[in-house]
């Protein structure tokens, strides 16, 4: 896994999408769908999406300045979305603006917990660190300012 990192805070910074355009994800590894054997009705499917869109939508919300602390960062301002990586289906990185400062989060995914949980940051700290897998929304008691959950 922290072999992996440079990679996809790479991927993850170049990879932005124009101004004024909706956020779609992005597919490190498109060909990973659901084989024939696993259910007719999802062969062929992306396997990564069944599991990942409700945390999508959710970062997709406007986010308060408290989401994300940052150096420099403006306290009127709101996070946004600027761009969401799926490296895999266990692993993917959402990059943060709100104006002038970027911040990413590498998010791998806890099957046992049904959750999604912040593996490491850059630019800042985010303030939730573990999101429910089925909603996308945060789970209760895993907020911490020092990027240390409760």
């Known amino acids: 896994m922290h072999k992996l990192l440079p990679l996809i805070i790479v ?54 300045s408290d989401f994300i602390s940052a150096t420099g960062a403006g306290a009127n301002l709101k996070w946004r979305l600027q761009n969401f990586t799926i490296i895999s289906g266990d692993i993917v990185a959402a990059n943060f603006t709100e104006g002038h400062i970027d911040v990413i989060g590498v998010f791998v995914r806890n099957t046992a917990k049904k959750q999604w949980e912040l593996s490491t940051e850059v630019g800042g700290r985010f303030v939730t660190r573990i999101y429910d897998e089925p909603t996308g929304k945060p789970k209760q008691g895993e907020q911490s300012v020092d990027g240390n959950p409760h």
């Open 11 to 64: 991927l993850a910074t170049f990879a932005l999408p124009s101004s004024g355009q909706d956020i779609t994800a992005k597919v490190f590894n498109p060909t990973d769908v659901y084989p024939p054997s696993y259910s007719p009705e999802l062969a062929g499917k992306p396997v990564i999406y069944d599991f990942i869109e409700p945390l999508i939508l959710h970062f997709q919300e406007p986010k308060n």
